[in-house]
């Protein structure tokens, strides 16, 4: 079946109209993605440089600094062109690649976050087993899991929205080209579209998460029940304080986007909760895993040492 669109390109209307707000807008939206991609960045090559990191947890978070940076370059240059020039025009195909390339890695990252409990729960519950567990094959079936899982689920959205017909009206309530927008726009049937937005992508993000609550409960209920000392409890509890922060700031924002019924109608809300997950999380995400990670900070003071005194120990 041929797409019959008429519509050429979509013009996206951004945050806010008001010149004095979009000046503030592009400042503070410079500085996260900047934090963002230097915050991750560096985390990947610390991860990949030191060899005492080359474990299953920093494995996986090189992984989720990569989703992070990808994440914030699908939507936030984009809109930070807004800030400066007004409403961006989008051709058809450059919507769609946006929407593919968002869906992809977002649930992508829904998918590992629930690996990386998984992982904390392995080494705090069955810790004389975490090396058998989790070995390098399993760490790495998990990462293409993830990876794949995103890619199947982004390109089903991608195709079923290739399909539709639009015309006339072409302005987009939003930053970026996201499924519910572009399905106020449509004229043809959408049934068939907010069917696979309410169950496959709701089951993308609920059935992960349905993984991470009950990893996490095991884990509290270790220990307290199989650790005596509070110093120990706070030890082992400290290991995953930073993944359990990351999935809280993660999975709020998509599960009040994603997991109520959608009539397609998207709302301001919807605006500013998907740019919490997309633009301000990514940025916090490093400043987390850094701060109350002492293994990071410390492989972090020796790469810098490295590269500052290349001759030195």
Not at 10 to 31: P, V, Y
Not at 73 to 80: D, E, F, G
Not at 185 to 206: D, E, F, G, K
Not at 268 to 273: G, I, L
Request: glycine share 6%; aromatic share 12%.
């Amino acid at each position: 079946m041929l797409n019959q669109t008429e519509v050429s390109e979509f013009l996206l209307l951004g945050l806010t109209n008001i010149q004095g707000l979009q000046h503030f807008f592009f400042t503070s939206f410079l500085l996260l993605y900047s934090a963002t991609l230097l915050g991750n960045g560096i985390i990947v090559i610390v991860v990949i440089s030191e060899p005492r990191l080359h474990t299953p947890m920093y494995f996986f978070l090189g992984n989720l600094s990569c989703l992070d940076m990808f994440l914030s370059t699908v939507t936030v240059p984009k809109m930070l062109t807004g800030f400066l020039f007004g409403h961006q025009p989008i051709s058809f195909g450059g919507c769609l690649a946006q929407l593919h390339f968002f869906h992809f890695l977002g649930s992508t990252e829904a998918v590992l976050l629930a690996g990386m409990a998984y992982d904390r729960y392995v080494a705090i519950c069955n810790p004389l087993h975490y090396a058998l567990v989790m070995s390098p094959r399993t760490c790495l079936l998990l990462a293409v899991a993830s990876w794949s899982t995103g890619f199947v689920h982004a390109v089903v959205h991608s195709v079923m929205t290739s399909q539709l017909s639009f015309c006339g009206h072409n302005q987009i309530q939003h930053f970026f080209c996201d499924i519910k927008p572009l399905l106020n726009l449509a004229c043809s049937r959408t049934r068939l579209n907010m069917t696979l937005l309410n169950v496959v992508t709701t089951s993308i993000v609920l059935g992960p998460f349905t993984l991470v609550v009950p990893s996490y409960l095991y884990i509290i209920s270790f220990l307290f029940y199989k650790v005596q000392s509070q110093e120990g409890r706070w030890k082992l509890f400290s290991t995953c304080a930073s993944h359990l922060t990351v999935v809280v700031l993660f999975y709020i924002p998509v599960l009040l986007n994603y997991t109520p019924p959608s009539s397609g109608n998207s709302t301001q809300m919807d605006v500013q909760v998907t740019l919490i997950y997309s633009a301000v999380t990514p940025a916090l995400n490093p400043l987390i895993y850094t701060l109350r990670n002492q293994e990071v900070k410390t492989a972090l003071r020796k790469t810098l040492r490295r590269k500052v005194f290349p001759g030195g120990k």
